[in-house]
């Protein structure tokens, strides 16, 4: 097991009040899958999470664009336009 298969610790359950400020998704190949993770930044802390794992790198980077897009909306829009 690699550093990046490690989870990482939450400290605290986020409050419902608190609103990220940007979401990046990013596309990564380990051991003959890909797979897509979430950076969620927020005030005090960023949050990365594995979402999802796919067989071919195609379907890896329509599933990022798809959780990045549904992601900017639920923070008001995307940040650059």
Do not use: C, Q
Request: charge should be negative; hydrophobic fraction near 35%.
């Amino acid at each position: 097991m690699d550093d990046n298969d490690e989870k990482p610790v939450d400290k605290a359950p986020r409050r419902r009040d608190e609103h990220a400020s940007e979401v990046e998704t990013f596309v990564v190949e380990a051991r003959g899958e890909w797979h897509v993770e979430i950076l969620v930044l927020f005030d005090d802390e960023m949050v990365r999470r594995r979402v999802g794992t796919y067989r071919t790198e195609k379907l890896a980077i329509i599933a990022a664009d798809l959780i990045k897009r549904t992601a900017e909306r639920d923070i008001s829009g995307p940040i650059h336009g």
